[in-house]
């Protein structure tokens, strides 16, 4: 039975339809795989395990019961959804991942990340990154009040949105030379990642070979979600009206 990929899936409560495909993509495509990896930005924002809107909690009970019925699953953190902590994790029944995470691929050495850390073009964005992901700056922000820790998440998104959008395409790419070393680094054959929203296959060719790199889609109308079995990865095209 296959292995499954998906990242950048946004989900929030003001996008009901989003939260349909992918509950049609749990009934009807997950339940033949063995394992499916949430590769970061499962969610639009994530304050603190604590939040449990209905949405939080409908999803852990869908991905519970897919897990009960025998697809392991595993999450990574994106930039958006950093702060999901092992009791969102477990009341999934799932796994959460650190990043990078390597796995053996039906024999081909492969390695998993949100895609994030790998655009190094963007110094500001690896400046804030890196405080956003220290522990200290995390349980502090989680020692807040809810409200408190929900207004800064929206503040932070207007931010975030005003200073990419003077920003140049290449820039919120993934940087070419940080793709070839996370290559040489962990000696992998596939890279497998979200985050830029530009799903496709790129092709390299180094000294150990040639070595693929997944870029998975974000989720809307459509995405582009990856299958890996004894024969091979495939990034596939998946259409919300197709499985609705
Ligand atoms: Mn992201």
Redesign the pocket.
Known sequence: MPTLFIS?LHLEVEKPELTRFFFNFLDKIAPNADALYIL??FFEVWVGDDEQTALQVEVAQRLHRLAEAGTCIYLMH???DFLIGDTYAKQCGATLLEEPHSLDLYGVPSLLM???SLCTLDAAYQKARATFRNPAFQSQFLSRPLDQRQLTARQMRQISMAKNQGKAEEIMDVAPDEVISTFNTYNIELLIH??THRPDTHRYNLLQGEVKRIVLGDWGDETWYGRADADGFQLLNLKAEDIA
């Open positions: 950048d970061g930005d994106g930039n958006r949100h895609g994030d979200g985050h």
